[in-house]
């Protein structure tokens, strides 16, 4: 069964950046419907192409702030948004996570990861490459104070365990089949740890559960089944299956 195809519009005021990406989707189920040098044109091109995912560089005319996102974002509310970046700009990524991105690359990212992270935020996953987790972390250690002890004291053992399994990409309904709860009190499980975590979404919890080591395996573990997950060395995407 061949993988649906992906529409994805190519933002960056580099001709080279933009030339590069789609090259590296070609002849995969990716498809560039469209390129944009600027925030206008990024606008424009959203509205008339309607692509699944944006892929969008920093380095875009009329970027002047993070607020340029929410802006694009009103062109197609449904749009996933994966952001090409350098680890120097952790505190624009937690903005940038805030207005809602879904996935974050480095521009050392290899063609294949490229590939793997634009399928999996097409499919609502939300992806943060491990180098970049690693700043994420850094500047989240610079911003609050919450020790693990507390953090830990505060989720139960059922919340520790739908935690861990958020870290590793599940949605609340593959979590409900895997710790055998109905999808509401899955639902009441994760507003509840949110709530506890004080993040506004699944992959800020993602992020500080792997600062605090609360993405672990509990005594009784369970496989995640290939799904993305997040470790010590950051959120990562499984292999892609052979054949």
Same mark, same amino acid.
């Given at each position: 069964?061949?993988?649906?195809?992906?529409?994805?519009?190519?933002?960056?005021?580099?001709?080279?950046?933009?030339?590069?990406?789609?090259?590296?989707?070609?002849?995969?189920?990716?498809?560039?419907?469209?390129?944009?040098?600027?925030?206008?044109? /990024? $606008?424009?091109?959203?509205? @008339?192409?309607?692509?699944? %995912? =944006? *892929?969008?560089? &920093?380095?875009?005319?009329?970027?002047?702030?993070?607020?340029?996102?929410?802006?694009?974002?009103?062109?197609?509310?449904?749009?996933?948004?994966?952001?090409?970046t350098?680890?120097?700009?952790?505190?624009?990524?937690?903005?940038?996570?805030?207005?809602?991105?879904?996935?974050?690359?480095?521009?050392?990212?290899?063609?294949?990861?490229?590939?793997?992270?634009?399928? /999996? $935020?097409?499919?609502?996953? @939300?992806?943060?490459?491990? %180098? =970049? *987790?690693?700043? &994420?972390?850094?500047?989240?250690?610079?911003?609050?104070?919450?020790?693990e002890?507390?953090?830990?004291?505060?989720?139960?053992?059922?919340?520790?365990?739908?935690?861990?399994?958020?870290?590793?990409?599940?949605?609340?309904?593959?979590?409900?089949?895997?710790?055998?709860?109905?999808?509401?009190?899955?639902?009441?499980?994760?507003?509840?740890?949110?709530?506890?975590?004080? $993040?506004?979404?699944?992959?800020?919890?993602a992020?500080?559960?792997?600062?605090?080591? &609360?993405?672990?395996?509990?005594a009784?573990?369970?496989?995640?089944?290939?799904?993305v997950?997040?470790?010590?060395?950051?959120?990562?995407?499984?292999?892609?299956?052979?054949?």
């Amino acid at each position: 069964m061949r993988p649906r195809s992906i529409k994805i519009v190519v933002a960056s005021e580099c001709p080279i950046f933009r030339i590069g990406a789609t090259a590296v989707f070609s002849g995969s189920s990716v498809r560039v419907v469209g390129e944009a040098a600027s925030v206008t044109e /990024a $606008v424009s091109r959203v509205r @008339r192409k309607e692509p699944d %995912v =944006l *892929l969008m560089d &920093l380095q875009l005319r009329g970027n002047n702030s993070p607020d340029c996102l929410t802006e694009i974002k009103s062109a197609r509310p449904e749009m996933r948004i994966v952001i090409v970046t350098s680890r120097e700009q952790a505190a624009y990524l937690l903005h940038a996570i805030n207005l809602g991105c879904s996935g974050f690359v480095s521009k050392e990212v290899t063609a294949r990861r490229l590939i793997q992270t634009v399928r /999996a $935020v097409a499919s609502g996953a @939300r992806v943060v490459e491990p %180098v =970049l *987790l690693n700043e &994420l972390l850094a500047e989240l250690g610079k911003r609050e104070s919450t020790t693990e002890s507390e953090t830990t004291e505060a989720l139960s053992v059922t919340e520790r365990e739908v935690l861990r399994l958020i870290t590793r990409g599940q949605t609340n309904r593959q979590i409900a089949q895997a710790l055998g709860y109905r999808l509401g009190t899955v639902k009441s499980f994760v507003q509840r740890i949110m709530l506890k975590l004080g $993040v506004a979404d699944r992959i800020q919890a993602a992020v500080k559960a792997a600062r605090d080591g &609360l993405d672990q395996p509990l005594a009784d573990s369970r496989s995640a089944g290939g799904a993305v997950r997040v470790t010590r060395g950051g959120l990562d995407l499984p292999p892609r299956p052979s054949g």
